[in-house]
């Protein structure tokens, strides 16, 4: 099975503020890497596919890059909203999907 | 709309039994993959089990193979995990998850909790 290594596992930082995320997969992955956000108590949300491909209705604020094993999420402006728990998922080979274990972004 | 609604969570004792449905609306629910992915308390994402579209090609993580069975009744619109033997590890909320014109998994339930202790 693929493993995915979000780092940080959490972290903190301003309304306004730029904001990066990298997710590390095991092997190579191609550009088969996803972007979710969650929010306490409710389902996760799609925010990027296909490593760089902004989903429909979300933020122009939101962007992802990387292919192979290393990806980034990020984040340009931070706004109160976009304070959530974020995970990455690879569907290059599956199954299983997985996951990365989370990357909590807290408000400084 | 596109829709999938999650219903049958509950409290359970470890051993015993329990049956998810998902409802799904909005969309032709007979062309597509479904899949199951729980999250334990305070804990990240783990994909459980996936149906193709006519339920014939089904697959399990392995920590519930063996014990959980996924179905479909694509006449109803139903989605189902039966999950038997359960242990105090299962306990989680559960995803019902569908990917419509994406490779990934765009249409999430609300989830169901399944609490399993004595």
């Known amino acids: 099975d693929i493993q995915m290594t979000q780092s940080p596992s959490s972290l903190s930082a301003s309304v306004g503020d730029r904001v990066t995320i990298t997710c590390r997969a095991s092997?190579?992955?191609?550009?088969?890497l996803n972007w979710y956000q969650q929010k306490p108590g409710k389902a996760p949300k799609l925010l990027i596919y296909?490593?760089?491909t902004l989903y429909s209705g979300v933020p122009s604020r939101f962007s992802g890059s990387g292919s192979g094993t290393e990806f980034t999420l990020t984040i340009n402006k931070l706004q109160p909203d976009d304070f959530a728990t974020y995970y990455c998922?690879?569907?290059?080979?599956?199954?299983?999907?997985?996951f990365g274990q989370g990357t909590k972004l807290e408000i400084k | 709309e596109v829709q999938l609604v999650e219903s049958g969570g509950g409290l359970v004792q470890p051993g015993e039994s329990l049956r998810l449905s998902c409802a799904a609306s909005?969309?032709?629910?007979?062309?597509?993959?479904m899949h199951w992915v729980r999250q334990a308390p305070g804990k990240g994402l783990v994909w459980v089990s996936r149906?193709?579209?006519?339920?014939?090609?089904?697959d399990y993580a392995d920590s519930v193979k063996g014990r959980f069975t996924i179905s479909r009744d694509n006449a109803d619109k139903t989605l189902y995990l039966q999950m038997n033997s359960l242990r105090s590890e299962d306990t989680a909320v559960y995803y019902c998850?569908?990917?419509?014109?994406?490779?990934?998994?765009?249409?999430w339930g609300q989830g169901t909790m399944v609490t399993v202790s004595s």
């Open positions: 296909f490593a760089s």
């Open positions: 092997q190579s992955i191609s550009n088969y």
């Open positions: 909005g969309f032709t629910f007979s062309d597509y993959w």
């Open positions: 149906i193709n579209p006519d339920g014939s090609i089904i």
């Open positions: 998922q690879q569907s290059y080979s599956v199954p299983p999907d997985t």
């Open positions: 998850i569908t990917l419509v014109g994406v490779r990934a998994f765009n249409i």
